[in-house]
Nanobody, 134 residues
């Protein structure tokens, strides 16, 4: 079964910007049918939810640590999901993963705080490294 491929990770300075991309591997699919999440795993720490998006009705979610700095979006024509990261901080360093789950009613009616967690997702990418250094 096709999963996901992340790209866009790089070195950046504090205050800089990066945009991460995520696409299905192998062939395009309609990503509007999926609940999408971006996760970050810092060295020595657990993987945590950074941002999740359901659909135009369900809205978006951002962890407190990135709210106001990161923006999640999708481009259905390209089967792509993006994470625009602005005003980067040293604490943003880590491996960033995208993940997807076939959108279902339970996801839509459950709070983002409950669903934007690794255990909720079934399809994963291999991650892309983001390093913030002065």
């Amino acid at each position: 079964q096709e999963q996901l491929v992340e790209s866009g990770g790089d070195l950046a300075q504090p205050g800089g910007s990066l945009t991460l991309s995520c696409v299905p591997s192998g062939f395009p699919i309609d990503m509007t049918n999926y609940y999408i999440g971006w996760f970050r795993q810092a060295p020595g720490k657990e993987r945590e939810g950074i941002s999740c998006i359901s659909n135009d009705i369900g809205g978006t979610y951002y962890a407190d640590s990135v709210k106001g700095r990161f923006t999640i979006s999708r481009d259905s024509a390209k089967s792509a999901i993006y994470l625009a990261m602005n005003n980067l901080k040293l604490e943003d360093t880590g491996i960033y993963y995208c993940a997807a789950r076939l959108l279902d009613l339970q996801t839509l009616i459950t709070s983002f705080e409950t669903t934007c967690v690794p255990s909720h997702f079934e399809f994963w990418g291999q991650g892309t490294q983001v390093t913030i250094s002065a």
